[in-house]
């Protein structure tokens, strides 16, 4: 698990990042968040220290994407998405049964944080069988 933490870049600062990048702004992106635009330039300038390349080119008042910021742009709207989708499964309760497979780092540090309060708000859930898969 460990060893997973330390290959992934922080994970609040992809959030603040797919904002930042589907709207091309750092200010519309803090705006949206509810965070100060200078948050947000740190938490990019964290992301693209970890990852040793720029993901934004910036200009006076805008910016735009890098190739590097392009490629994990893709790959974080995609995963976003798919939790969103998710989520949104659950909470609407269209599935009778969940499989959820996950990086450990995820599982550990967001989700298993989050299961006992869903499992409470949803009764259903409560003898619900679940079923992992960490990768």
């Given at each position: 698990?460990?060893k997973?933490?330390?290959?992934?870049?922080?994970?609040?600062?992809?959030?603040?990042?797919?904002?930042?990048?589907?709207?091309?702004?750092?200010?519309?992106?803090?705006?949206?968040i509810?965070?100060?635009?200078a948050?947000?330039?740190?938490?990019?300038?964290?992301?693209?220290?970890?990852?040793?390349?720029?993901?934004?080119v910036?200009?006076?008042?805008?910016?735009?994407?890098?190739?590097?910021?392009r490629?994990?742009?893709?790959?974080?709207?995609?995963?976003l998405?798919?939790?969103?989708?998710?989520?949104?499964?659950?909470?609407?309760?269209?599935?009778?049964?969940l499989?959820?497979?996950?990086?450990?780092?995820?599982?550990?540090?967001?989700?298993?944080?989050?299961?006992?309060?869903?499992?409470?708000?949803i009764?259903?859930?409560?003898s619900?069988?679940?079923?992992?898969?960490?990768?």
């Open positions: 698990m460990e997973l933490r330390r290959r992934l870049p922080p994970l609040n600062g992809l959030v603040i990042f797919e904002a930042a990048a589907r709207l091309l702004s750092f200010t519309a992106a803090a705006n949206e509810c965070i100060t635009q948050a947000v330039s740190r938490q990019i300038r964290q992301v693209e220290d970890f990852l040793g390349h720029d993901l934004f910036r200009e006076h008042r805008r910016v735009s994407l890098t190739a590097s910021g490629r994990l742009y893709a790959a974080v709207d995609q995963s998405e798919r939790i969103a989708q998710t989520a949104n499964d659950i909470r609407s309760g269209t599935q009778e049964a499989t959820i497979t996950a990086t450990i780092g995820f599982s550990t540090y967001w989700l298993m944080p989050r299961l006992r309060r869903f499992r409470k708000r009764p259903k859930c409560r619900a069988s679940w079923h992992w898969t960490a990768r």
